[in-house]
């Protein structure tokens, strides 16, 4: 059975090989892991600063938080440490209140620039 030559699915690569089999795509197994690897890293790239954001916005309720299971700061405070109001994983409705939430912290607007914060973790 003839198999005509085709040219790698690595763009990177781009090579002609004859594939030993009908599905192959890749001219060698390296070849298909550069690749594989070469789109993980576009995808971990394009999703880094929101998830950079959204780690440091944990770590600073984390930080506020400590041991209680509920604190209300200033948003001047929370400005002061970094925190980016834009970024947010989730919201929580909690007795008819809504929370904007950045993993397992709920954070909640109360009165002219106080914000409520708390812990789901627990």
Same mark, same amino acid.
């Given at each position: 059975?003839?198999?005509?030559?085709?040219?790698?699915?690595?763009? $990177?690569?781009?090579?002609?090989?004859?594939?030993?089999?009908? !599905?192959?795509?890749?001219? =060698?197994? %390296?070849? +298909?892991?550069?690749?594989?690897?070469?789109?993980?890293?576009?995808?971990?790239?394009?999703?880094?600063?929101?998830?950079?954001?959204?780690?440091?916005?944990?770590?600073?309720?984390?930080?506020?938080?400590?041991? $209680?299971?509920?604190?209300?700061?200033?948003?001047?405070?929370? !400005?002061?440490?970094?925190? =980016?109001? %834009?970024? +947010?994983?989730?919201?929580?409705?909690?007795?008819?209140?809504?929370?904007?939430?950045?993993?397992?912290?709920?954070?909640?607007?109360?009165?002219?620039?106080?914000?409520?914060?708390?812990?789901?973790?627990?």
């Amino acid at each position: 059975m003839y198999i005509p030559e085709i040219t790698c699915s690595n763009t $990177l690569c781009n090579q002609k090989f004859t594939p030993k089999d009908a !599905r192959q795509n890749y001219c =060698n197994r %390296k070849c +298909q892991q550069d690749w594989n690897n070469h789109k993980a890293k576009r995808k971990r790239d394009t999703l880094k600063p929101v998830t950079t954001a959204l780690q440091r916005n944990r770590g600073i309720l984390r930080k506020i938080q400590g041991s $209680l299971g509920e604190s209300t700061v200033s948003a001047e405070y929370l !400005r002061g440490a970094g925190f =980016n109001f %834009k970024v +947010q994983t989730h919201n929580r409705m909690e007795e008819e209140q809504l929370y904007h939430c950045v993993y397992d912290y709920g954070i909640q607007k109360v009165g002219n620039e106080k914000y409520k914060i708390k812990n789901y973790g627990k």
